[in-house]
Nanobody
Framework: QVQLVESGGGLVQAGGSLRLSCAAS????????MGWFRQAPGKERELVAT????????YYRDSVKGRFTISRDNAKNTVALQMNGLKPEDTAVYFC???????????????????WGQGTQVTVSS
């Protein structure tokens, strides 16, 4: 199975930017759709963005559209989340997750994701 390790979290002022990275170990990275989820204190885990196996399709929750960009590099076994125009409500632990699938499709449901990283904290101050 693929193991996932997130990095790039930190503390930024509102309006700032961060780039999160997720490094995957294993030999089957390209067989997984990848997603970024987040969980704020007292809230349920929610999908932020997801990308298909090939990288040809993406999906974003409405609140981050136009601000966040998900990308992947299958040759390097990495997925990234570029976050611009950060807002205090973006504060959360961000998780990288992988969904095993034989289809090159967007997967948006929490239950689709099989593997999870440990998370990285993103804090946006006002």
């Amino acid at each position: 199975q693929v193991q996932l390790v997130e990095s790039g979290g930190g503390l930024v002022q509102a309006g700032g930017s961060l780039r999160l990275s997720c490094a995957a170990s294993g030999r089957t990275f390209s067989r997984y759709a990848m997603g970024w989820f987040r969980q704020a204190p007292g809230k349920e885990r929610e999908l932020v963005a997801t990308i298909t196996r090939s990288g040809g399709g993406t999906y974003y929750r409405d609140s981050v559209k136009g601000r966040f960009t998900i990308s992947r590099d299958n040759a390097k076994n990495t997925v990234a989340l570029q976050m611009n125009g950060l807002k205090p409500e973006d504060t959360a632990v961000y998780f990288c997750a992988a969904a095993s699938t034989i289809y090159d499709i967007v997967l948006t449901l929490l239950r689709d994701y099989d593997l999870w990283g440990q998370g990285t904290q993103v804090t946006v101050s006002s």
